[in-house]
């Protein structure tokens, strides 16, 4: 990987960049098995959405966010929208592992 003043051309620009991408797809990759091996930790369904913890976490990405020059409001915007995709998903995987904990077929 280079450093972007280590660049000579866009499509070098460019090539680094889609490394980046790739790495942070891999790491939400990562993060959604952690979402779905939580679920059996949870107790029903207002412990999936956990409110109060989604509050938090937006709170400190955005301070995260800030401590690294990047825009508080754009990096909230964007895990808002990934934590509510992983918890509507997190939700369906609960509901199944609960159904088939107390013996109902959902097919």
Excluded at 52 to 71: F, H, I, T, V, Y
């Amino acid at each position: 990987m280079k450093q972007p003043d280590e660049c000579v051309s866009l499509q070098g620009i460019r090539v680094e960049i889609d490394w980046i991408d790739q790495q942070i797809i891999t790491a939400l990759g990562e993060r959604f098995a952690y979402v779905k091996a939580a679920a059996p930790f949870k107790t029903d369904a207002n412990s999936v959405k956990a409110p109060e913890r989604l509050k938090q976490m937006l709170q400190e990405r955005r301070e995260w966010a800030s401590s690294a020059g990047l825009d508080p409001d754009a990096i909230a915007q964007f895990y808002e929208a990934l934590i509510h995709h992983f918890i509507a998903a997190e939700m369906q995987h609960w509901q199944t592992t609960q159904a088939k904990q107390n013996g109902i077929d959902l097919e």
